[in-house]
Antibody, heavy 123, light 107 residues
Framework: EVQLVESGGDLVQPGGSLRLSCAAS????????MDWVRQAPGKGLEWVAT??????????EYAASVRGRFTVSTDDSKKSLYLQMNSLNTDDTAVYFC??????????????WGQGTTVTVSS | DIQMTQSPYSLSASVGDRVTITCRAS??????LAWFQQKPGKAPKSLIY???SLQSGVPSKFSGSGSGTDFTLTISSLQPEDFATYYC?????????FGQGTKVEIK
């Protein structure tokens, strides 16, 4: 069974850092595109970052709102996806979801979602 | 950036109703359109990708259609478990963008 389990969410002060983890099971992480998507309290979904698969050299994409502050990475040996978040501000307060893309002759988004981990940025 | 606009923002419907939600892209996105369902306090769930391809395990009462910039999600006969918020997302290009969501409520 494909499963994604996020962890690392916490209360952090503005300007602080946090690293989120996503443990993947039931599939080979390096074969898939992976995304981070967030949802601020009472708001809609916002794409944060993408890391492509090994065949595409793990290249990355970021939303403008996080570019230069957030870094997405994977560790195949630990079967984990990460999101390093620096210079956090109150606008980063959200539930963060780890998402595995699907493949059906071509990649498509949002195939499998984790349960989310909550990040609160507040003094 | 490609803007995704859903309508309506919310709707009230009865069990058994046919419900249609619209998603409009600010430019053509070919077939790179997905739909998700989210219930309160839960992670989103994939319903449809590539405009009309049903995700494995999703009941056939859900269907997607459209082309170019205009797309629809249809629920053929609304059931109690279908009351939720629905989002469209384009994956034609980065940044990936979502619609603002459509909340389907019980009438």
């Amino acid at each position: 069974e494909v499963q994604l389990v996020e962890s690392g969410g916490d209360l952090v002060q503005p300007g602080g850092s946090l690293r989120l983890s996503c443990a993947a099971s039931g599939f080979t992480l390096s074969d898939h595109y992976m995304d981070w998507v967030r949802q601020a309290p009472g708001k809609g979904l916002e794409w944060v970052a993408t890391i492509r698969n090994r065949d595409n050299r793990y290249t990355t994409e970021y939303a403008a709102s996080v570019r230069g502050r957030f870094t997405v990475s994977t560790d195949d040996s630990k079967k984990s996806l990460y999101l390093q978040m620096n210079s956090l501000n109150t606008d980063d307060t959200a539930v963060y979801f780890c998402v595995r893309a699907g493949f059906d002759n071509a990649w498509y988004v949002g195939g499998v979602w984790g349960q989310g981990t909550t990040v609160t940025v507040s003094s | 950036d490609i803007q995704m606009t859903q309508s309506p923002y919310s709707l009230s419907a009865s069990v058994g109703d046919r419900v249609t939600i619209t998603c409009r892209a600010s430019q053509g996105i070919n077939s790179y359109l997905a739909w998700f369902q989210q219930k309160p306090g839960k992670a989103p769930k994939s319903l449809i990708y590539k405009i009309s391809s049903l995700q494995s395990g999703v009941p056939s009462k859900f269907s997607g259609s459209g082309s170019g910039t205009d797309f629809t999600l249809t629920i053929s006969s609304l059931q109690p478990e279908d009351f939720a918020t629905y989002y469209c997302q384009q994956y034609q290009g980065y940044p990936l963008t979502f619609g603002q969501g459509t909340k389907v409520e019980i009438k």
